[in-house]
C-alpha cells in the first residue's frame, strides 16, 4: 500500500523533535546519573527541542502548528464520533487530548530545566529540598506522561484503523488496511 495514495503528515522538524525528546526523556529517566554532566546536558538537550518545536509551532507546515491543534470540546466529540466510527480522515494531525499532552509535557521540561539549573549553577540553592522535591515529581509525571500516551496511540492506531505511528517515523500515512 505504498505510493501516491499516502499522505504527507509530519515535516521532518517535527519527527526530528519527537525522536530527540523522546530519547532524551527517557534516557534521563531511567540512564543516567541524577545530576552528573551528562544528565544535565541531556536535560538540557530535551529543553532546547522544546525551544526550536514552540518557534516551529507558529512558522512550521500545516499539522505542525498550535494554531492547527487548538484544543476545544467541539473538536473533542468530533474526534470521538470519528473514532467510534472508524472515520478519523486520513490527513489529520493531532486530536485535541493529545494536543493537552503535548503543553503537559513542555511545561513539565521547563520545570526540570528550571529547577536542575537553578540546583546546578547557583551556589545558594545547591541540595535546595524544594527544587529536589519539584525536580523529581516533574520527572515522575512527564514518564506517566509518556507512558499514557504511548498506550493511548496505540489505541486509537488500532480502535480508529489509523496510523498514526508509521506517520512519525517516515512522515507520511498510508490508508488503513
Ligand atoms: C528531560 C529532563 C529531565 C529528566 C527526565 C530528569 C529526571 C531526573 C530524575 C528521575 C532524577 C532523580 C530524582 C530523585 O529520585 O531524586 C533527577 C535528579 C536530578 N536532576 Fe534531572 N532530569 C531532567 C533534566 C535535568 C536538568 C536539565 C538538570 C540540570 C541542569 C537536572 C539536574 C538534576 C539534578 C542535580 C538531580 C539530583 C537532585 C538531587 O540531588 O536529588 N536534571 N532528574
Ligand atoms: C518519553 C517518550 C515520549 C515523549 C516525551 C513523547 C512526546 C510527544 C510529543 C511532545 C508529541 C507531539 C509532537 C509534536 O507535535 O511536535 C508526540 C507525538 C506523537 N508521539 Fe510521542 N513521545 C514519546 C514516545 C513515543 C513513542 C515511543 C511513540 C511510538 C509508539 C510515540 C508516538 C507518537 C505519535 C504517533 C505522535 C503523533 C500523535 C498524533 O498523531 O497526534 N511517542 N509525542
Known sequence: MNGPASVEIWDPVVRGFHWTLATAVLVDYWVTDPGSDLHN???YLAA???AVRIVW???????ARFASFAPSR???HEHLAALQTRTVPLDSGHNPVGALMIYAVFLLVAVLTVTGWLHEEIDALFGNAFLQETHELAAHALWLCAIVHVASVLVVQY?????LVRPM????RRPWG
Open 41 to 43: 546536558w541531556i536535560g
Open 48 to 50: 532546547a527541542a522544546v
Open 57 to 63: 509551532g507558529f512558522v512550521g507546515t500545516r499539522h
Open 74 to 76: 467541539a473538536r473533542l
Open 159 to 163: 480502535v480508529g484503523r489509523i496510523e
Open 169 to 172: 517515523i517516515t512522515g507520511r
